[in-house]
């Protein structure tokens, strides 16, 4: 907006002026000509947006009309319409070699008209000077404001890029959601259908199917809590809490069905100082929900050892089963929503437990190798004794 009312306001102005300080002052060698090349040069400012393609033919075309105008008119206010032209020139020229060059040749005609009604003394070459070195600096900050309104055009498209990509891909995370959960639903509502249709035929006996029945809407019951619990707004219970306390309490919560089904809880290395600022009971969910899984994991008796320690700042939890691994193509999907290998499971528990992680500033990998087992880490911000005192 500036940079238009410079070149398409204070610049005719200008020009005008000049043309009248001339003809005033007696300095102009013919007045119509100078009128003319004037109003030509005002013309061609107002014309070279209509010719893209011919932006460098019009530049030049506009340089020596300048020329021809300052020659005429005899001012050394000429000097503005030079730096004023220059500008608009070396918007687009990104090589700061070709803006010193352009600058250089500009200064050489501003400098050829100037030097051809001034009297030859040492202060007109030293004005001369002093005038290219001014002009050099003029392309220097041209061409910082131009490089640094190019960075800031860049970003805000950039923003507005990932704004658009962010905005399109929750869209599609909800999409992917809307059908899974449909699809999902869809199941126990068509085998409750059936069983009610087969009923109609019995005279609505339905006792031979209660409990398939009382099953498939447990199903159900339990499928819409988990997606509830998967589109909660991120967690704000947070307190500075004790990691190890946090891994013993659920060790007490699973170790019965890890006996029930023959397996082994190890967890024997461990730092019982580590703290973190977290909601505790998102967390224990997030453990009991890694646990269950790798104790179903294991067909025969195995074990699941759990780790606790620091590392560069991070609370590190590492929990290693002995089951059948997971496979390479699976690996890549299994925090995805509804994404499961279980037979009854309704594939959110990872995608919850990744949310809960990620809410706290943490991070949650897998690795996994088939007929030895799975590991998961969990890396939390670690919070400092200092931080601890000092809340």
Request: hydrophobic fraction near 45%; proline fraction near 3%; charge should be neutral.
């Amino acid at each position: 907006m500036i940079s238009r009312i410079v070149y398409y306001v204070v610049f005719p102005l200008y020009v005008v002026f000049v043309v009248y300080s001339s003809i005033t002052l007696g300095k102009d060698l013919n007045e119509a000509m100078l009128i003319s090349l004037g109003l030509l040069l005002i013309v061609s400012m107002f014309s070279d947006i209509r010719f893209p393609k011919q932006v460098t033919l019009f530049s030049v075309l506009q340089f020596l009309i300048l020329f021809s105008f300052h020659y005429v008119s005899q001012l050394n206010w000429c000097y503005s319409l030079y730096i004023i032209l220059l500008s608009k020139v070396l918007y687009p020229i990104k090589k700061v070699s070709i803006a010193i060059f352009v600058g250089a040749m500009s200064m050489l005609l501003y400098t050829g008209a100037r030097l051809s009604y001034m009297d030859v003394t040492k202060y007109n070459y030293l004005a001369v000077v002093s005038d290219f070195l001014t002009s050099l600096a003029v392309v220097f900050i041209i061409q910082y404001i131009v490089k640094t309104e190019r960075e800031k055009n860049q970003l805000i498209e950039q923003i507005e890029r990932e704004s658009s990509f962010y905005q399109s891909e929750k869209l599609k995370v909800i999409g992917e959601l809307a059908a899974g959960m449909a699809h999902e639903i869809r199941n126990p509502l068509t085998t409750i259908k059936g069983f009610l249709q087969l009923s109609k035929s019995q005279n609505y006996n339905i006792k031979p199917w209660y409990e398939l029945l009382s099953d498939e809407v447990e199903r159900m019951t339990e499928l819409t809590g988990e997606f509830l619990e998967f589109s909660k707004p991120r967690i704000t219970c947070y307190q500075v809490s004790s990691m190890h306390e946090c891994l013993q309490k659920v060790i007490s919560l699973t170790e019965s069905e890890a006996r029930i089904l023959r397996h082994q809880l190890q967890y024997s290395e461990y730092s019982p100082d580590l703290h973190v600022y977290m909601d505790a009971d998102k967390m224990v969910q997030v453990f009991v929900n890694l646990i269950k899984n790798a104790l179903e994991a294991m067909t025969e008796p195995g074990k699941v050892t759990i780790r606790l320690y620091n590392s560069k700042g991070w609370v590190h939890v590492v929990l290693t089963d002995t089951g059948k691994g997971i496979r390479p193509a699976d690996l890549k999907k299994i925090f995805d929503p509804f994404f499961t290998t279980k037979q009854t499971g309704t594939g959110l528990g990872l995608s919850i437990s990744l949310k809960i992680i990620q809410d706290h500033g943490g991070k949650l990998e897998v690795s996994s190798t088939e007929g030895q087992g799975t590991s998961f880490m969990i890396r939390l911000p670690l919070r400092t004794r200092e931080v601890i005192e000092a809340t």
